[in-house]
């Protein structure tokens, strides 16, 4: 038995995540990892009692095709996380990596690492914000190859078969 990793046990909760996502543009999931420890998970979506895109359709900003109705997963990580003491020094796990705006955010609330999936379009600007923020945080793409959430599960659930390992448990047959 091969024993998941901690970024690919996080990375996948994360693409989990993003499955809740009412935005049809982009699906993005997050999770706030704290000593190895979950403390909050977020994905896009509208603010409560708002109307979702997939009812209504991607609301896009005067600036390009940017669907700007719902709050990203990495803020509603940091909004429903139970404190700021909670959340200085975390790490964030998402699925794609953080637009300039939460990147901001997530400096602000004190996230020390960022480990994504996929690179963002504005990834030079957000670059260029890390190495100059003086090591208050810092970003890591899981591979070099950039992984969707589907594959990533995908690759999880096919290398280790999480059903036909407890059926062996079940029924004593060790592996
Ligand atoms: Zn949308
Ligand atoms: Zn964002």
């Not at 803020?75 to 139970?82: D, F, K, Q």
């Amino acid at each position: 038995m091969s024993r998941m990793t901690r970024d690919e046990l996080f990375l996948g909760l994360a693409s989990l995540t993003s499955r809740r996502s009412t935005c049809e543009r982009a699906q993005v999931g997050a999770v706030l990892v704290r000593d190895n420890r979950i403390i909050s998970v977020g994905y896009n979506g509208s603010p409560p009692g708002a109307a979702h895109c997939s009812e209504l359709g991607c609301l896009q900003g005067s600036r390009g095709a940017n669907c700007i109705r719902t709050i990203h997963a990495e803020v509603n990580a940091i909004l429903h996380a139970p404190g700021n003491n909670a959340v200085r020094g975390s790490t964030m796990y998402s699925t794609l990596a953080p637009c300039l705006g939460c990147t901001k955010v997530l400096m602000a609330a004190g996230v020390n690492e960022v480990v994504f999936l996929q690179y963002y379009e504005d990834q030079d600007r957000i670059t260029f914000l890390a190495e100059n923020n003086h090591g208050q945080i810092r970003f890591r793409a899981y591979s070099p190859e950039e992984v969707t959430p589907e594959e990533f599960l995908h690759g999880l659930f096919s290398i280790q078969d999480c059903s036909t390992r407890v059926l062996d448990r079940r029924w004593g047959i060790s592996s």
